[in-house]
């Protein structure tokens, strides 16, 4: 006889949800003969755990005395085969191989953000950070969600406002960049601490966290698992101030499929990939791509977002490839505005951000006037212009430098309706991983990423990237100007972030960072470097010197911004102003170089603003430059 459909309704989550009583499932397989429900204490496949087929396909039965820890898998039999199959809704997985599926209370863990609000999309600045590789320890061979934790009070020092984690979903390799998931609502395992004693040493550091913000600390097993860890990161993110974003692959899973994965679910016939329930023939980056054309694989990919945000109060996310949608399924774009329609529903504060190549500006263009849905797209044109300009430059001081180029992508608008819509950055997971290409440090200067040449070209454009429109992004290491390449397996190389210099007191990562932190605080003091307008009005390719003007539509608050890629300083130069009068140096880069600068060039605090029209601007000042620099002024009221 089959299960008891107790506390199973037409809205009955799907998998697993812990009921007064025990816990209710609910299974998508629509081509299956039998589904059952195995647990502890019940492994083997009988009538007493047999789900009910409903006509749609989906599978349902409540089973009495389950709680918060217990084991369980589905028994699927179809026409292919019969055998485990992990629910494809699995909170969490255990650590063995192959693993079972955790049932976890999603009222479990105490939550103590309700007073939290996330940064206005104008003022966020992201920091992508990859959790495997994210080390505390030199010793150890892999980050872990406690580990970043850990560094919270670091990272906002640092000025960042949101972390963009890299895929946490659970994947089969040993490391990962996290796009090879296969079971994408739970959290990897081997990102949770295991070991008892290392748990309760980071419970202090959790508890400390909270206790400072006037909370109760958690019990043991309020921090057991990788779901309640994940839980606990973003939960002190929250209490310190900063967003927290998960990168969501919906575009393919895979490869690394095993028996029991999602893959051929309802376990119909072997003969080729279309038999399978969730995936097309098509493959991506080693996996397969969903197969977007069916109604409940779609449902499945945005369930997955509804998810994480209502049960891990994530702030939003960036959709890795999400073009991929469109091109490989004419219900494509319908599936872009149904996530976006639906994620804009659960959380309208939430951010939604595009991988999407090549850009489009439907893209980010609202669902009702046809468009995505989406908030923001990854903009690869500043990237690859300040990444060449800073290339170009170290060929020397008489190399040609093509600052036009950096002029045309300081804003593009890509038919973008605000600028803000375009994720900025100079470093990622894809330009820097160790088999692609050089960190900024290294670029600037190939033979020592630590000499005057790497440090002061790295600022000018680390400098251009947090003043110029739209949102900011930084790669974990960039604040202090880290040269190693990244790689997910932290294992097998030497320090992917050189804490350890760092901590010993390094002047060149700890200069950096704190040219970094200045600059960020300058970004949020003065509104119109978060602002939509910007006038390039000098650019000069011979000199290596490039200036803008951002300003508040309707209120002023001007600032200038002049930098210059030139080995040698610039005395007296030029520049064309948008007022008369005085006008504060309020950044000067230079001062940063072996912090403070006793031989920092720059212009005593101020310039004066009247001289003759020039640049296209009424007035103009003389300014000194110094070598490699970049230079913001903001006018005196």
């Given at each position: 006889?089959?299960?008891?459909?107790?506390h199973?309704?037409?809205?009955t989550?799907?998998?697993?949800?812990?009921?007064?009583g025990?816990a209710?499932?609910?299974?998508?397989?629509?081509?299956?003969?039998?589904?059952?429900?195995?647990?502890d204490?019940?492994?083997?496949?009988?009538?007493?755990?047999?789900?009910?087929?409903?006509?749609?396909?989906h599978?349902t039965g409540?089973v009495?005395?389950?709680h918060?820890g217990?084991?369980?898998k589905?028994?699927?039999?179809?026409?292919?085969?019969?055998g485990?199959?992990?629910d494809?809704?699995a909170r969490e997985?255990?650590t063995q191989?192959p693993?079972?599926?955790?049932?976890?209370?999603?009222a479990?863990?105490?939550w103590?953000d309700?007073?939290?609000?996330?940064?206005a999309?104008?003022?966020?600045?992201?920091?992508?950070l990859?959790v495997?590789?994210?080390?505390?320890s030199p010793?150890?061979?892999?980050?872990?969600?406690?580990?970043?934790?850990?560094?919270i009070?670091?990272?906002?020092?640092?000025?960042?406002?949101t972390l963009q984690?890299?895929?946490?979903?659970?994947?089969?390799?040993?490391?990962s960049?996290?796009y090879?998931?296969?079971?994408?609502?739970?959290?990897?395992?081997?990102?949770?601490?295991?070991n008892?004693?290392?748990?309760d040493?980071f419970?202090d550091?959790?508890?400390?966290?909270?206790?400072?913000?006037g909370?109760a600390?958690l019990?043991?097993?309020?921090?057991?698992g990788?779901?309640?860890?994940?839980k606990?990161?973003?939960?002190?993110?929250?209490?310190?101030?900063?967003?927290?974003?998960f990168?969501?692959?919906?575009?393919?899973?895979?490869?690394?499929?095993?028996?029991?994965?999602l893959?051929?679910?309802?376990?119909?016939p072997?003969?080729?990939?279309?038999n399978?329930?969730?995936?097309?023939d098509q493959?991506?980056?080693?996996?397969?791509?969903f197969?977007?054309?069916?109604?409940?694989?779609?449902q499945?990919?945005?369930?997955?977002?509804?998810?994480?945000?209502s049960e891990?109060?994530?702030?939003?996310?960036?959709?890795?490839?999400?073009?991929?949608?469109v091109?490989?399924?004419?219900s494509?774009?319908?599936?872009?505005q149904?996530?976006?329609?639906?994620?804009?529903?659960i959380k309208p504060e939430?951010?939604?951000?595009?991988?999407?190549?090549?850009?489009?500006?439907?893209?980010?263009?609202?669902?009702?006037?046809?468009?995505?849905?989406?908030?923001?797209?990854?903009?690869?044109?500043?990237?690859?212009?300040?990444?060449?300009?800073?290339?170009?430059?170290?060929?020397?001081?008489?190399?040609s430098?093509?600052?036009?180029?950096?002029a045309?992508?300081?804003?593009?608008?890509?038919?973008?309706?605000?600028?803000?819509?375009?994720?900025?950055?100079?470093?990622s997971?894809?330009?820097?991983?160790?088999d692609r290409?050089?960190?900024?440090?290294r670029?600037?200067?190939?033979?020592?990423?630590?000499?005057?040449?790497a440090?002061?070209?790295?600022?000018?454009?680390?400098?251009l990237l947090?003043?110029?429109?739209?949102i900011p992004?930084?790669?974990m290491?960039?604040?202090?100007?880290?040269?190693?390449?990244?790689?997910?397996?932290?294992?097998?190389?030497?320090?992917?972030?050189?804490?350890?210099?760092?901590?010993?007191?390094?002047k060149?990562?700890g200069?950096?960072?704190?040219f970094?932190s200045?600059?960020?605080?300058?970004?949020r003091?003065?509104?119109?470097?978060?602002?939509?307008?910007?006038?390039v009005?000098?650019?000069?390719?011979?000199?290596?010197?490039?200036a803008f003007?951002r300003?508040?539509?309707?209120?002023?608050?001007?600032?200038?911004v002049?930098a210059s890629?030139n080995?040698?300083?610039?005395?007296?130069y030029?520049?064309?102003?948008?007022?008369?009068?005085?006008?504060?140096e309020?950044?000067?880069?230079?001062?940063?170089d072996?912090?403070?600068?006793p031989w920092?060039?720059?212009?005593?605090g101020?310039?004066?603003?009247?001289g003759?029209?020039?640049?296209?601007?009424?007035?103009s000042?003389?300014?000194?430059?110094p070598?490699?620099?970049i230079?913001?002024?903001?006018?005196?009221?």
């Open positions: 006889m089959a299960l008891p459909q107790d199973i309704s037409w809205d989550p799907m998998g697993a949800t812990p009921v007064a025990g209710a499932f609910r299974a998508w397989a629509p081509r299956a003969r039998q589904v059952h429900v195995c647990y204490g019940n492994w083997q496949p009988t009538d007493d755990n047999l789900l009910t087929r409903h006509p749609d396909g599978w409540f009495i005395g389950l918060d217990a084991q369980y589905f028994w699927v039999v179809g026409d292919g085969s019969a485990f199959k992990r494809p809704y997985l255990t191989s693993p079972n599926c955790v049932i976890r209370d999603p479990a863990y105490p103590h309700a007073g939290f609000r996330p940064p999309f104008n003022d966020l600045v992201l920091y992508q990859h495997g590789s994210f080390l505390v010793d150890a061979d892999i980050g872990t969600f406690l580990d970043v934790l850990s560094r009070d670091y990272l906002v020092g640092t000025g960042v406002t984690l890299l895929p946490i979903a659970e994947f089969p390799t040993s490391t960049q996290g090879n998931g296969t079971d994408l609502f739970s959290p990897e395992q081997r990102y949770a601490k295991q008892v004693a290392t748990v040493h419970r550091v959790v508890n400390q966290y909270l206790t400072r913000a909370h600390g019990s043991a097993a309020q921090l057991e990788a779901s309640n860890q994940l606990a990161l973003i939960d002190v993110c929250h209490l310190n101030g900063l967003s927290v974003l990168d969501l692959v919906l575009n393919h899973a895979g490869p690394g499929f095993d028996d029991e994965s893959y051929f679910f309802d376990r119909a072997d003969g080729n990939n279309n399978s329930l969730y995936f097309t493959g991506w980056a080693g996996g397969l791509i197969a977007f054309w069916n109604q409940g694989v779609r499945f990919l945005i369930d997955n977002a509804r998810f994480f945000l891990y109060h994530v702030d939003g996310f960036r959709y890795d490839a999400l073009s991929l949608a091109q490989h399924s004419t494509g774009w319908q599936f872009c149904d996530l976006t329609g639906t994620a804009r529903f939430a951010v939604q951000i595009a991988e999407y190549w090549p850009m489009d500006g439907w893209a980010v263009k609202s669902s009702e006037s046809g468009g995505g849905g989406l908030d923001a797209s990854w903009n690869g044109g500043l990237r690859d212009s300040l990444r060449s300009a800073v290339g170009q430059a170290s060929w020397g001081r008489d190399a430098v093509d600052m036009d180029r950096v045309a992508n300081l804003y593009r608008r890509w038919d973008f309706p605000a600028a803000w819509k375009n994720i900025q950055y100079i470093e997971h894809d330009e820097v991983r160790f290409g050089p960190r900024i440090a670029l600037a200067d190939a033979n020592d990423p630590r000499s005057w040449y440090r002061s070209r790295a600022r000018v454009v680390t400098g947090l003043t110029a429109p739209g992004m930084l790669f290491g960039e604040e202090i100007l880290e040269a190693n390449s990244w790689t997910d397996d932290a294992s097998s190389t030497g320090d992917i972030i050189s804490w350890d210099r760092l901590n010993a007191g390094d060149t990562p200069d950096f960072l704190r970094v200045d600059l960020l605080r300058v970004r003091a003065q509104p119109a470097l978060r602002a939509e307008p910007i006038n009005h000098h650019v000069h390719n011979s000199n290596r010197v490039i003007h300003w508040l539509e309707g209120t002023g608050r001007d600032v200038v002049v890629l080995e040698s300083t610039l005395n007296g030029q520049i064309g102003m948008p007022r008369q009068g005085r006008w504060s309020t950044f000067n880069s230079d001062v940063y072996n912090w403070m600068n920092a060039a720059g212009n005593g101020s310039i004066w603003a009247d003759p029209p020039m640049h296209g601007m009424p007035c000042a003389a300014v000194t430059i070598a490699n620099s230079l913001v002024f903001r006018l005196e009221p």
